[in-house]
C-alpha cells in the first residue's frame, strides 16, 4: 500500500493523509457525520450509499468491529474519512480492526487530515462530489472525478433495496400484528424493534406494486429510511398513494420524503445535510422536545403540501419539517430516526405510537 493518498474535492480542494483499509480508489458525495460513536453501524447504515463518509470526532476503531452491530448485509459507504483510526481496539466483542473490516469489503479509508478544516469547508460551501485515491495524482483524479457520474443523478433506493421478499425471524413473543416495510434502504434495527414489540415483519423490494402489499395483508406499512434524491422515487409514490386509507403507513426519514410526496410536497437538498447525533427536534402536537439522530441531505418543502397532510415535527435548528400526520387518515411520519443505534434512544417511542394506529384501526 501506498504510504500517502489524497482526498480531492470537486472544487479542487486537494486533503493528503495516510491510506487504510483496502487500496482502492472511490468517489461520492463527500458528507460529515457528528456522531462520536457507532461508526460501524454509520458504515452499513443504506442511507450512505453512494457517499464518503467523514467523522468529526477525532478517533474510530478504539472499540473494533463485531457482527452484532452491522445495520444491512455489507458496507454501504464509498470510503471513510478520519483524523485518526486505531489499529488495537479494546472490546469484548471485538472480532476484526476497522482496517480488516474495511479491506475485507474493498472500501479505502483515509487518516491523518484535518477533518474539523474539512468539515468547515463542508459546511461552507455545501457537500460536494470527492475522490479518494492512493493510485494517481491530485490533478488526475479531479479530472476523472469530473466525468463521473453525480449523485443526485442516481437511484441509489433502488440499488440497496432487497432483491426479494422476505421475513424477519419473529422475536420469541407471540406475533399479533403483520407489518410490511418496504425497502428503500432499511436497516436491521427497525426490523429488530418491531419484531421485539410483537410484531411479525415482512421486508418488500422498493418496487413493489400497492396491490402487492395489500396482497399480504398488513395491519401496516412501514416506508423504510434510505438513500439518495426522493426526486427518482415516484414509483414508491404511486405504492404509497395505492396504500393511502387502506392501511396505516409510517414513513421514515426517506419514507418520510416519499409520503409527503403523496400529498404533493416537493423536497429540496439541504446544503449540507443532517448527519449524526444530537439534533434538536419539536413535537407541535405535544410540545415535547427530542433529542434525535439522523442521516439525509434533503428536506420536504411543507408549503406545497395539500391533501389532508400537515407538520407534526420541526427542526429546532433550521425549522425544516421533521414529521408528518393527516388530519384524518392513520398516516405519520417523521425525518429523523426512531430507530438509532447505538442511540440515542430517545425516539423508539414513534413505534409505540404507530402501532397504536394499527390497533386502533383493527378495533382492538
Not at 447504515?45 to 464518503?52: K, M
Not at 452491530?69 to 486505531?86: F, K, L, N, P
Not at 476523472?144 to 433495496?161: H, K, M, N, T
Not at 425471524?169 to 432499511?186: F, M, N, Q, Y
Request: hydrophobic content about 35%; glycine content about 10%; charged content about 20%.
Amino acid at each position: 500500500m501506498s504510504d500517502k493518498a489524497f482526498l480531492v474535492l470537486e472544487d479542487g480542494t486537494v486533503y493528503e493523509g495516510e491510506p487504510f483499509g483496502a487500496p482502492v480508489s472511490a468517489h461520492g458525495e463527500v458528507v460529515f457525520d457528528t456522531s462520536m460513536a457507532g461508526y460501524q453501524e454509520a458504515l452499513t447504515d443504506p442511507s450512505f450509499a453512494g457517499q464518503i463518509m467523514v467523522l468529526t470526532y477525532p478517533l474510530a476503531g478504539n472499540y473494533g468491529i463485531n457482527r452484532f452491530d452491522a445495520e444491512s448485509r455489507r458496507i454501504q459507504v464509498r470510503g471513510m474519512v478520519v483524523r485518526e483510526h486505531c489499529d488495537i481496539p479494546s472490546h469484548w466483542q471485538n472480532e476484526m480492526t476497522l482496517h480488516e473490516y474495511l479491506v475485507q469489503s474493498g472500501i479505502p479509508g483515509l487518516s491523518g487530515i484535518d477533518t474539523r478544516a474539512l468539515t468547515r469547508r463542508l459546511r461552507m460551501a455545501g457537500v460536494m462530489a470527492g475522490i479518494m485515491t492512493s493510485e494517481e495524482s491530485p490533478d488526475d483524479a479531479l479530472r476523472r472525478l469530473r466525468e463521473l457520474p453525480r449523485y443526485g443523478d442516481i437511484d441509489f433506493a433502488r440499488q440497496v433495496s432487497t432483491e426479494s421478499l422476505y421475513e424477519w425471524p419473529d422475536d420469541g413473543e407471540t406475533s399479533k400484528r403483520h407489518i410490511v416495510v418496504i425497502d428503500l434502504g432499511v436497516k436491521h434495527n427497525i426490523m429488530r424493534i418491531l419484531s421485539r414489540m410483537g410484531c411479525h415483519v415482512t421486508v418488500v423490494p422498493c418496487p413493489t406494486a400497492a396491490e402487492d402489499v395489500l396482497a399480504l395483508k398488513p395491519d401496516g406499512v412501514v416506508l423504510s429510511p434510505g438513500p439518495g434524491d426522493p426526486a427518482h422515487l415516484g414509483y414508491v409514490v404511486r405504492t404509497v398513494s395505492g396504500l393511502l386509507g387502506k392501511t396505516p403507513i409510517m414513513g421514515i426519514c426517506l419514507g418520510h420524503q416519499v409520503l409527503g410526496a403523496a400529498f404533493g410536497a416537493g423536497n429540496f437538498k439541504l446544503k449540507f445535510g443532517h448527519r449524526g447525533a444530537n439534533h434538536p427536534v419539536r413535537d407541535l402536537v405535544t410540545g415535547r422536545f427530542y433529542i434525535t439522530a439522523q442521516n439525509h441531505g434533503y428536506a420536504l418543502d411543507p408549503d406545497t403540501l395539500r391533501g389532508g397532510a400537515e407538520v407534526s415535527h420541526i427542526n429546532l435548528n433550521d425549522g425544516t419539517v421533521e414529521g408528518l400526520r393527516h388530519r384524518e387518515l392513520p398516516v405519520v411520519s417523521i425525518q429523523y430516526h426512531s430507530e438509532a443505534s447505538p442511540g440515542p434512544l430517545d425516539n423508539t417511542y414513534f413505534f409505540d405510537r404507530f402501532l397504536e394506529i394499527v390497533a386502533d384501526q383493527k378495533g382492538h
